[in-house]
């Protein structure tokens, strides 16, 4: 019944939350225009791609922040499992979409960048890209298994474990340049040793990278906080037919 | 029969709450049942004696509260008999039977006696889906003798059983409390000799829906 | 531990006397390949292009079926309920159960496969590697399928959950069984393919029983 | 009448309520296809050459799935017993449910059918000829399977063999329907192909009511 | 409500025989009941009372004789409830008595009302899954009210009802006789006044008036 506890004393994280989420999706969206802004006219254009490079801005952010999403929910799976504690399944449940939201931002701004670069919008023999692909039809998964199960303390728990089974696609997702056949850049920007990107490329894209950052933690809250309220709202409406009935 | 002596043998139920859907069924339950003891569960329709039996046997988990049985030689010292009697279409009463003497792995008596006992001797042949409502029911009865346990949680052990049936069931009852057994039955109508009774339907009052929304 | 064994035992008949068996997989499987000719066109060269890789697709879906059916029943029934109270590991019963239901589905699956395979225009000497690769691959199939089957139990449709929730996890399997497949049909070394199909259905194994259990004892809360 | 139409309302909501709606169908249908290119290997030509049967495959199942419990559901706790005491034709009522279940899953599955076409380099202007196919495809499947669903819900009581009989009737749809789409691919006449998988779903139309009907009167005796 | 007056309404049953697997459950057996009676079938489990009721529903097939109803204006005379609930998981318990208001298509009240008669008006929200045993029993007596029909087929009506549902369907049974309605009713224990009884286990032998006590 971990669902349940938390909403015997939901006030706090009400209180609190409200604040964070409307601050964090401000901050969010301003730190993205300006990123964005950044990478568009300010930044150099890149010496053999030419301008089409400047999707990048959006591509790369928006993959890492799949990724951290997806790392989030396992995260928060993995303390609802172990811990029981309630605010962690809805952090993962309302964390889903925004995942996958971003997840299919980075596969179309990918295809688009794919087309002039290699020839082709989508490469069915490249390990990352596929591995990508699968990493979005888990969230989608995810978030049926949500809307199948008929209790939400069920629903919880087998979400929970398909997530953290999912988990094994994550190592695939980053390595797979590494080691399998990929027509796909390697990493770049996470890679240990000599420099390989310029901090003209760098600094809107880190700005960027944090508005999303800052996007996905204010509109998770807000899912939350939804999620939360309707609960409740069902909890009154049960109990008005209680007292009307009896 | 292996059972634990009567002295070793008690369930101990702590400010125990239960909530289905998002409604709270009863909260701070507490009680006590010793071996030898038999509790009877009554309450109308609905009032939680079912799932009061499924949070005894660990099935469901309770919204709070502790359920403690102190008889720690077992690893699942209980029985449970559902509303539901686990019984395989295809299989037949006496493959039933067998699958689950050897599956407990400790049969206190064959699955032939066990069948006679419960009143299906004639009927070892037919399958699962043959059998008539009360027949299951014995079926699932028959699980109880086959492996010895030294607690039994029954929801409604006499329903769809005949007269001669229901005597059954009180015979067995009666039977294992003098081995040191204890009982816990959720159960409308006739009870057993001798045992004590939780209404439910008493338990009810602090709704506290309150603190919920 | 003897009570897997005996459930073990006790799924084996179950699979093969009533409520599916291997007959619908296996049916499934064979008209699905069977219909490849009729799809791709008679020519031998698109055969040999497609055959391996649809009979491989065609493999994988036919595991699904049984999937559906592996715990829902023993929910519904009741019968989950007495083996969870009964002291003997959830772990082991779900991985009894996926066994058993291999042995009477997956294994007929990989007995057939090697016919289809002829049928598909592939070289008869690779019958022998066909055989063991779908041994390996629905293996693998049926334990992440189980993980599935247990997320999905109790749910209406469950057998569309499962296959969602599946089928991503399906992937490597996939891709590596096609290729010990392709290699093997045109001569070329099928060994490191075959053990990455190999390391998949022993990921599955490692994994499969207890996300199954933990799955199940949600099922039934 | 009335009572048909009741259960056909029932069936929609039923259908949409407590499974996700048409993400699972069509989650299925779309994993199940982005599948090929792993079994096939990424080369365009190959995928030209598998796609369309291979998408053809994973249609039929995703028809099947959902059909498997059709009855098997009602049967079990007593909602068939109610139905056929009422003086509501059976008939009418196994008709109610397999239409209810075509348009809560096999509209959706039609609808998705172009976008994988295009995913399996299918040619774009080809995809309104497979949203066609599809709708008819899917409807025969799902006529045929209504048959096989009502056999197999009596499974129990010994019959699987019929249940595998019904798997020939999907061959014809299955045939035509691949056919129509290579020939949509590649420009030849799809007429003649697509007339006969209409001929194939009007035939299951004819008799999937009447079969299905029979079927279950046998399975509650 | 529209039911067919009492003296119009009969069911008349000739040496009925019925065969389970290959065991002769009864044969010889010829009864007839009219609009107003009730008659309730006994016997210890498996003497063939489910199978007597599903004939006379037109679900089961006998082996010989024949069923009549006289009541020609239905097409469809009886209402049958089984052991089973005909319950869906998944659907509200008011969505599945509207439903099945809508299904009959001339319901006597409406699916609120009947749902308030079996005590469900608390409930109308709770998904079948989540109902208790008896609620779910409740619920399944409902269609009795919400479609009229001259005859009602009960297998054990009252299992899984506390007492207070035990006198509910004692009540209903006696409404609708009250209105030239006819009831047959397998049962254990307890059942309804001023009935009569067929002994199934007294029809053995190639029996067939004299069961009727
Ligand atoms: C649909 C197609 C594509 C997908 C699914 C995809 C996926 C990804 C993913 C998952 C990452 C993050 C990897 C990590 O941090 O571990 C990434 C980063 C990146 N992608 Fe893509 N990508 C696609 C197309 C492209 C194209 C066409 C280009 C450019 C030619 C490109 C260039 C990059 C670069 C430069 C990075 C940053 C590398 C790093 O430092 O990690 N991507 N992409
Ligand atoms: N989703 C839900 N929403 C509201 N109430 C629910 C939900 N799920 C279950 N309940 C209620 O929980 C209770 C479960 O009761 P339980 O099955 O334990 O009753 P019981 O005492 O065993 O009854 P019976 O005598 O009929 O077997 C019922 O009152 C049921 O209506
Ligand atoms: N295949 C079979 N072989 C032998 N006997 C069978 C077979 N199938 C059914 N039977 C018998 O037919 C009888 C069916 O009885 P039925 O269900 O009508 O009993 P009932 O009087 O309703 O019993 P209850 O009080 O338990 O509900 C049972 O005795 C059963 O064992
Ligand atoms: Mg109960
Ligand atoms: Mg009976």
Same mark, same amino acid.
């Given at each position: 019944?971990?669902?349940?506890?938390?909403?015997?004393?939901?006030? #706090?994280?009400?209180?609190?939350?409200?604040?964070?989420?409307?601050?964090?999706?401000?901050?969010?969206? =301003? /730190?993205? /225009?300006?990123?964005?802004?950044?990478?568009?006219?300010?930044?150099?254009?890149?010496?053999?791609?030419?301008?089409?490079?400047?999707?990048?801005?959006?591509?790369?952010?928006?993959?890492?922040?799949?990724?951290? =999403?997806?790392?989030?929910?396992?995260? =928060?799976?993995?303390?609802?499992?172990?811990?029981?504690?309630?605010?962690?399944?809805? =952090?993962?449940?309302?964390?889903?979409?925004?995942?996958?939201?971003?997840?299919?931002?980075?596969?179309?701004?990918?295809?688009?960048?794919?087309?002039?670069?290699?020839?082709?919008?989508?490469?069915?023999?490249?390990?990352?890209?596929?591995?990508? /692909?699968?990493?979005?039809?888990?969230?989608?998964?995810?978030?049926?298994?949500?809307?199948?199960?008929?209790?939400?303390?069920?629903?919880?728990?087998?979400?929970?474990? /398909?997530?953290?089974?999912?988990?094994?696609?994550?190592?695939?997702?980053?390595?797979?340049?590494?080691?399998?056949?990929?027509?796909?850049?390697?990493?770049?920007?996470?890679?240990?040793?000599?420099?390989?990107?310029?901090?003209?490329?760098?600094?809107?894209?880190?700005?960027?990278?944090?508005?999303?950052?800052?996007?996905?933690?204010?509109?998770?809250?807000?899912?939350?906080?939804?999620?939360?309220?309707?609960? #409740?709202?069902?909890?009154?409406?049960?109990?008005?037919?209680?007292?009307?009935?009896? | 029969?292996?059972?634990?002596?009567?002295?070793?043998?008690?369930?101990?139920?702590?400010?125990?709450?239960?909530?289905?859907?998002?409604?709270? *069924?009863?909260?701070?339950?507490?009680?006590?049942?010793?071996?030898?003891?038999?509790?009877? *569960?009554?309450?109308?329709?609905?009032?939680?004696?079912?799932?009061?039996?499924?949070?005894?046997?660990?099935?469901?988990?309770?919204?709070?509260?502790?359920?403690?049985?102190?008889?720690?030689?077992?690893?699942?010292?209980?029985?449970?008999?559902?509303?539901?009697?686990?019984?395989?279409?295809?299989?037949?009463?006496?493959?039933?039977?067998?699958?689950?003497?050897?599956?407990?792995?400790?049969?206190?008596?064959?699955?032939?006696?066990?069948?006679?006992?419960?009143?299906?001797?004639?009927?070892?042949?037919?399958?699962?889906?043959? *059998?008539?409502?009360?027949?299951?029911?014995? *079926?699932?009865?028959?699980?109880?003798?086959?492996?010895?346990?030294?607690?039994?949680?029954?929801?409604?052990?006499?329903?769809?059983?005949?007269?001669?049936?229901?005597?059954?069931?009180?015979?067995?009852?009666?039977?294992?409390?003098?081995?040191?057994?204890?009982?816990?039955?959720?159960?409308?109508?006739?009870?057993?000799?001798?045992?004590?009774?939780?209404?439910?339907?008493?338990?009810?009052?602090?709704?506290?829906?309150?603190?919920?929304? | 531990?003897?009570?897997?064994?005996?459930?073990?035992?006790?799924?084996?008949?179950?699979?093969?006397?009533?409520?599916?068996?291997?007959?619908?997989?296996?049916?499934?499987?064979?008209?699905?390949?069977?219909?490849?000719?009729?799809?791709?066109?008679?020519?031998?060269?698109?055969?040999?292009?497609?055959?391996?890789?649809?009979?491989?697709?065609?493999?994988?879906?036919?595991?699904?079926?049984?999937?559906?059916?592996?715990?829902?029943?023993?929910?519904?029934?009741?019968?989950?309920?007495?083996?969870?109270?009964?002291?003997?590991?959830?772990?082991?019963?779900?991985?009894?159960?996926?066994?058993?239901?291999?042995?009477?589905?997956?294994?007929?699956?990989?007995?057939?496969?090697?016919?289809?395979?002829?049928?598909?225009?592939?070289?008869?000497?690779?019958?022998?590697?066909?055989?063991?690769?779908?041994?390996?691959?629905?293996?693998?199939?049926?334990?992440?399928?189980?993980?599935?089957?247990?997320?999905?139990?109790?749910?209406?449709?469950?057998?569309?959950?499962?296959?969602?929730?599946?089928?991503?996890?399906?992937?490597?399997?996939?891709?590596?069984?096609?290729?010990?497949?392709?290699?093997?049909?045109?001569?070329?070394?099928?060994?490191?393919?075959?053990?990455?199909?190999?390391?998949?259905?022993?990921?599955?194994?490692?994994?499969?029983?207890?996300?199954?259990?933990?799955?199940?004892?949600?099922?039934?809360?």
């Amino acid at each position: 019944m971990a669902v349940m506890s938390i909403f015997a004393n939901p006030h #706090r994280f009400m209180a609190v939350s409200k604040w964070f989420a409307w601050g964090f999706s401000g901050l969010g969206a =301003a /730190l993205i /225009l300006f990123g964005v802004y950044q990478g568009l006219f300010i930044a150099p254009a890149d010496y053999q791609q030419g301008d089409a490079a400047r999707i990048m801005y959006i591509h790369v952010p928006s993959m890492w922040l799949s990724m951290f =999403a997806y790392a989030f929910m396992v995260g =928060a799976s993995f303390v609802s499992i172990v811990w029981k504690h309630a605010l962690a399944d809805v =952090a993962a449940k309302s964390a889903a979409p925004i995942g996958a939201a971003f997840t299919a931002l980075g596969l179309i701004t990918g295809s688009i960048w794919g087309q002039p670069m290699w020839g082709t919008w989508w490469e069915w023999g490249d390990a990352r890209l596929v591995s990508v /692909l699968i990493l979005f039809f888990v969230f989608l998964a995810y978030m049926a298994i949500w809307q199948a199960m008929d209790t939400p303390q069920k629903a919880a728990r087998a979400a929970a474990i /398909l997530c953290l089974v999912g988990a094994i696609n994550l190592p695939v997702i980053h390595f797979s340049v590494d080691f399998l056949n990929t027509l796909h850049q390697k990493a770049t920007f996470f890679a240990g040793g000599e420099e390989k990107a310029t901090i003209g490329f760098k600094a809107p894209m880190y700005t960027v990278a944090l508005g999303y950052l800052a996007l996905f933690g204010g509109l998770t809250l807000l899912n939350m906080r939804a999620e939360i309220m309707l609960t #409740r709202a069902e909890m009154l409406a049960q109990r008005k037919q209680a007292q009307a009935a009896g | 029969m292996v059972v634990a002596p009567a002295s070793s043998l008690v369930l101990e139920v702590e400010n125990l709450a239960a909530v289905r859907g998002l409604r709270v *069924l009863f909260e701070g339950l507490s009680l006590r049942v010793s071996g030898g003891e038999a509790l009877e *569960l009554r309450g109308p329709n609905g009032s939680g004696k079912s799932t009061l039996l499924r949070i005894l046997a660990g099935l469901t988990r309770q919204h709070a509260g502790t359920v403690t049985y102190s008889a720690d030689e077992h690893d699942a010292p209980h029985h449970y008999l559902g509303h539901a009697d686990a019984v395989k279409p295809t299989e037949s009463a006496g493959e039933q039977a067998r699958f689950w003497a050897s599956y407990f792995g400790r049969p206190a008596i064959t699955a032939t006696d066990a069948l006679a006992r419960v009143g299906l001797s004639q009927r070892t042949e037919v399958p699962g889906r043959g *059998l008539s409502a009360g027949q299951k029911r014995r *079926l699932a009865l028959s699980r109880l003798l086959i492996d010895p346990r030294p607690v039994w949680l029954l929801d409604e052990p006499t329903a769809a059983l005949d007269i001669e049936g229901r005597k059954l069931v009180v015979d067995l009852v009666a039977e294992h409390r003098a081995t040191g057994g204890m009982v816990i039955a959720a159960i409308h109508g006739d009870g057993f000799v001798n045992s004590n009774t939780l209404d439910l339907s008493k338990l009810k009052a602090p709704a506290n829906l309150e603190g919920l929304a | 531990m003897s009570g897997s064994v005996s459930v073990f035992v006790r799924e084996l008949k179950l699979a093969w006397s009533g409520g599916g068996g291997p007959v619908l997989p296996v049916g499934f499987f064979g008209v699905a390949c069977i219909m490849t000719p009729f799809a791709v066109g008679p020519e031998i060269e698109n055969l040999k292009t497609a055959g391996p890789g649809v009979m491989w697709i065609a493999m994988a879906l036919a595991s699904l079926l049984p999937m559906e059916r592996l715990f829902q029943a023993d929910l519904e029934d009741g019968t989950l309920d007495a083996y969870a109270g009964s002291g003997v590991a959830m772990e082991g019963i779900a991985l009894a159960k996926t066994v058993a239901h291999w042995i009477a589905t997956g294994i007929p699956l990989s007995l057939a496969a090697p016919i289809l395979w002829i049928l598909l225009q592939g070289a008869p000497e690779v019958a022998p590697m066909v055989i063991l690769t779908s041994l390996i691959g629905s293996a693998a199939f049926f334990m992440f399928g189980a993980i599935g089957a247990a997320l999905a139990a109790g749910v209406r449709r469950g057998g569309l959950l499962i296959a969602l929730a599946t089928l991503p996890l399906y992937v490597p399997t996939m891709i590596f069984g096609a290729a010990t497949l392709y290699a093997a049909a045109i001569g070329e070394g099928w060994q490191t393919p075959l053990m990455l199909t190999g390391a998949a259905g022993l990921l599955g194994l490692a994994i499969s029983p207890f996300a199954a259990a933990m799955a199940l004892r949600t099922a039934i809360d």
